[in-house]
């Protein structure tokens, strides 16, 4: 992918750890100008209070090749969203990527209980970090990039449209969550599709996230160790395995055959040939589906 999308400015809003880190990154290894947003800085950490910064992920999209900026923002309050859409414009004068991947959540979420027992203040916030600010963003993002005809929108959630459909997802913030980011895809597919632009909804499978890692003791080195205590962890990937789909996306010329729809990372590999760290191509959501949720042993052989 090196220098395929060289001279292309790209917007990942939410890009401080997760799948936004290494979308941000995987854009830049592809040769991408990278402006990177998010709320954890060196000098002040988010509610989420993590210690992965803004600043760590433009560094790290300099040193795959290509330039990143980081730009502390909350995608809740309008005004700063204009303002960075307004640099934007003022040093690139165009835009060419917007990934929409803020959540800022994880902290919220109740699982296993029904809404009349979930906290409400929590929930509803949950729905503003994960559903207004994928709004807000597009609101003011989305008329620099129309300027140009080509342009590409790629909205992170979490669970295929088959099984989010099919499935309860354990809470109904959450639930609602990751079905409206999919509908949003939808939505913003049809409204751009007179000025030449693609909209796409696109899910990772079980993220071997930074967070993830820490909860069970490991690193990206060593994640295999983790299946003793989980062995569905089996079918884990990387960050950079949906930052790549991301990448081998915006440099399809072609993606538009793609809009409106909610793609996996896996089933991207399948189509753009790239593969995760290791080589390999994870299919995480089948495996849930044809594994894990049948009551099946661990056992990745054909999945990855």
Request: no cysteine.
């Amino acid at each position: 992918m090196s220098g395929t999308l060289k001279g292309k400015v790209a917007l990942v809003a939410g890009a401080t750890r997760g799948a936004g880190r290494q979308i941000a990154v995987q854009l830049g290894a592809a040769g991408a100008t990278v402006y990177a947003t998010g709320r954890s800085t060196r000098a002040q950490r988010s509610e989420m209070d993590r210690p992965e910064t803004i600043e760590e992920t433009a560094e790290l999209v300099d040193a795959a090749g290509g330039t990143g900026i980081g730009v502390r923002v909350d995608h809740l309050v309008p005004d700063e969203v204009r303002a960075l859409v307004e640099r934007i414009d003022r040093e690139q004068g165009r835009l060419d990527i917007l990934v929409n991947d803020i959540w800022g959540a994880d902290q919220l979420v109740t699982w296993d209980k029904p809404v009349w027992e979930q906290p409400l203040e929590a929930g509803l916030r949950t729905l503003r970090l994960a559903v207004e600010t994928h709004v807000v963003t597009s609101h003011f993002a989305l008329p620099l990039l129309i300027r140009r005809p080509g342009g590409l929108v790629v909205e992170i959630g979490d669970g295929t449209k088959e099984y989010n459909e099919a499935n309860y997802r354990l809470s109904v913030f959450y639930d609602l969550a990751k079905m409206s980011v999919n509908r949003l895809a939808f939505i913003q597919a049809h409204e751009l599709r007179p000025y030449g632009a693609t909209a796409v909804a696109l899910t990772p499978g079980w993220l071997r996230s930074e967070s993830m890692l820490e909860h069970f003791g490991v690193t990206e080195e060593n994640w295999r160790d983790a299946t003793e205590r989980e062995p569905h962890f089996v079918i884990s990937e990387s960050p950079a395995f949906v930052g790549r789909a991301v990448a081998a996306l915006a440099a399809d010329p072609e993606r538009d055959r793609w809009s409106g729809q909610v793609l996996s990372s896996a089933q991207l590999a399948q189509v753009y040939g790239f593969t995760d760290l290791d080589g390999s191509r994870p299919d995480a959501w089948r495996y849930i589906a044809e594994v894990e949720s049948q009551g099946k042993p661990a056992d990745a052989t054909g999945y990855r």
